[in-house]
């Protein structure tokens, strides 16, 4: 005698209960395989994706739906860098999202015809270790009591005065 069949219990494809969380794409990744031999590390910032090369930000990587100006590779630089770095990246430009004329940001825009070559030409320079590319983040702000506290050394608690104390050093 055969068995019956038990339904079988399915869940609609769009049911999030059982969804998976798709990971993002790793925008421009090109630009991480050409600058592996740095090992450089990557942490989500702006919902974007920030490279480090040791303790320096060097680039962000954008490509988002929303305002894709700024889609691009973000280098990290100085005002004073960004007149020598325009000579080699004439697209570059100031970040828009930021809000700033000019910011420390420069991107060089996804959307302009050399920008796989201007990505590559700044791979070149983080991999020279150009010091016009890459800053050392500051460290994280405290609270002013925590600021405070941090400046002051510890006092030592002082020994109550007593009889004992006074004489022995008579």
Known sequence: MSKPCRDK???????????TKQ????????????IAPLSP???????????YVQDKIVLI?????????????????TEEHHQSLRREF?????IQVLGKKVTGWQVLP????????AAMRACELVLAGDPRIGKVPGARRTSRSGAKQAAESPKRAKAPKTAGNARAKS
């Open 90 to 94: 004439p697209n570059m430009r100031s």
């Open 23 to 34: 990971r993002k794409a790793v925008p421009h990744e090109f630009v991480l395989d050409a």
């Open 41 to 51: 590390e990557t942490r989500s910032m702006f919902g974007c994706l920030a490279v």
């Open 61 to 77: 990587l954008r490509d988002k739906r929303d305002g894709t100006a700024d889609n691009g590779v973000w280098l990290a630089t």
């Open 110 to 117: 996804a959307d302009t015809k050399d920008f796989e070559e």
């Open 9 to 19: 219990v399915s869940f609609p494809a769009e049911d999030t209960l059982f969804a």
